[in-house]
């Protein structure tokens, strides 16, 4: 049976109060810092496929060197493989990020387009990385779904979809729009914390009562 809005609106409540004791995500953290789009899409290349912390170090490390897209163009890729070291496949996100700014400078006069299907044009960039720069760095409206956002909407029950790509248009109809830019921050650090993709901590879940634990299996 499809959630209604009164339901959505509780467990985003809920999880919202509940988050305060979190930290916040690397991305979220670098948003919080400053909320300049290029920043904020530099640490989404940095992100993928790695850990928050390791991130959200890597990050820092690479804005002490080079915080605009001319900087950071004119940096080597070698030096910025070294930065962002030990993030996954680093050599190849130094390339990527090096090529992206340079990208910026020759196509955008510097600045980081707001627009999807142009964020999408850039190599390595693709929805999750497009959303969160539109709805983090520009304030656009947008839902960025990644592994954590795709598996508890669904184990909610408010999607049931295969895909994070289906996922963030299946959202797009349910979820009231006032939730869009904040949904994924909050649910990635739910993951993170309890809603974990193997034996979720159901038992100090906030939100238990409202879970039908779609696909859960084993749990604690």
């Excluded at 940096?75 to 130094?94: M, Q, V």
């Excluded at 409206?141 to 790509?165: A, F, M, Q, W, Y």
Aim: with cysteine; aromatic share 6%.
């Amino acid at each position: 049976m499809p959630r209604t809005v009164a339901e959505i609106d509780r467990i985003v409540r809920n999880l919202t109060r509940t988050s305060r004791r979190w930290n916040p995500t690397a991305v979220g953290a670098v948003a919080q810092d400053s909320r300049d789009p290029f920043q904020i899409l530099i640490s989404c290349l940095i992100s993928l496929r790695t850990k928050d912390e390791v991130t959200g170090e890597a990050s820092a490390r690479l804005f002490r060197l080079a915080r605009t897209p001319r900087t950071m163009a004119g940096l080597p890729a070698a030096t910025i493989a070294k930065a962002i070291y030990p993030a996954g496949f680093y050599r190849t996100k130094a390339v990527t990020i090096k090529e992206v700014s340079r990208a910026i400078l020759e196509r955008h006069g510097g600045k980081v387009p707001d627009e999807m299907d142009t964020l999408l044009a850039f190599k390595g960039v693709g929805r999750k990385t497009a959303n969160l720069v539109l709805t983090i760095g520009f304030g656009k409206p947008g839902i960025c779904v990644d592994t954590h956002v795709h598996r508890i909407s669904n184990r909610l029950g408010i999607v049931k979809t295969k895909t994070p790509e289906k996922t963030e248009f299946a959202l797009r109809k349910v979820l009231p729009s006032r939730h869009w830019i904040p949904y994924n921050d909050l649910l990635v650090s739910f993951g993170q914390n309890i809603c974990k993709p193997i034996s979720p901590l159901c038992s100090t879940c906030p939100v238990q009562a409202l879970c039908p634990q779609v696909g859960v299996g084993k749990h604690r």
